[in-house]
């Protein structure tokens, strides 16, 4: 079965530094980009970005562009979201998703069918 | 503000039908995903590219699209359905991920 397990949750103060990991298991880790997403206390979900395990290839949002860096490591299946410097306004609950596809004669469609269970990451002085 | 835009709050009654629509001009061009999440819970896919179900999803769950307005349909619903729906397709660049705000189900 895939699955997708993601570190424990993290309590920093702001300033701080922060990596969370996201290990695939059950499928070649590299067939598949993996996707974080935000979900600020109360709030949607929001997408951040992308990497690709394959050759660490990564695609940011522009919205996000420069708040974090995404990162993997095939030769453990893992996926990570890190920042060098945290602020209160990142706290959150952190997706990891795997990224599949459709294809039809109208072309590629991507979306997302396996998710971690969830980061929560508080930034609190 | 989400480019695809969703109701806040829809109600249904137990064994009832349901749509949850989803608009945004980029629902021309893209299909249109949907994902479930109850409190607490991780989101999960149950439905791709506008009607396409994975696997243990329950056939109740339907999608569909019309020009700028994509809905997911819910046919006779059930306690356990009750949660949050979000929409997703690309932006208006069609190279970025979009979510619409997201939809709270309840139902009665």
């Known amino acids: 079965d895939v699955l997708l397990e993601q570190s424990g949750a993290e309590m920093k103060k702001p300033g701080e530094s922060l990596k969370i990991s996201c290990m695939g298991s059950?499928?070649?880790?590299?067939?598949?980009?993996i996707a974080w997403v935000r979900q600020m206390p109360g709030k949607g979900l929001e997408y951040l970005g992308i990497?690709?395990?394959?050759?660490?290839?990564?695609k940011y949002s522009p919205s996000f562009q420069g708040q974090f860096t995404l990162s993997a490591d095939k030769s453990i299946s893992t996926a990570y979201l890190q920042w060098s410097v945290l602020k209160a306004s990142d706290t959150a609950i952190y997706y990891c998703?795997?990224?599949?596809?459709?294809?039809?004669?109208?072309?590629?469609?991507?979306?997302?069918?396996?998710w971690g269970q969830g980061t929560p990451v508080t930034v609190s002085s | 503000s989400s480019e695809l835009t969703q109701d806040p709050a829809v109600s249904v009654a137990l064994g009832q039908t349901v749509r949850i629509t989803c608009q945004g001009d980029r629902l021309r061009h893209y299909y249109a995903n949907w994902y479930q999440q109850k409190p607490t819970q991780a989101p999960i896919l149950v439905i791709y590219a506008k009607n396409n179900r994975p696997s243990g999803i329950p056939d109740r769950f339907s999608g569909s699209s019309s020009g700028s307005t994509a809905s997911l349909t819910i046919t006779g619903a059930q306690a356990e359905d009750e949660a949050d729906y979000y929409c997703q397709s690309r932006d208006s660049t069609g190279n970025d991920v979009v979510f619409g705000g997201g939809t709270r189900l309840t139902v009665l």
């Open positions: 059950g499928y070649d880790f590299t067939d598949h980009w």
């Open positions: 990497v690709y395990p394959g050759d660490s290839d990564t």
């Open positions: 998703a795997r990224r599949a596809y459709f294809n039809d004669n109208l072309g590629i469609e991507y979306y997302y069918d396996y």
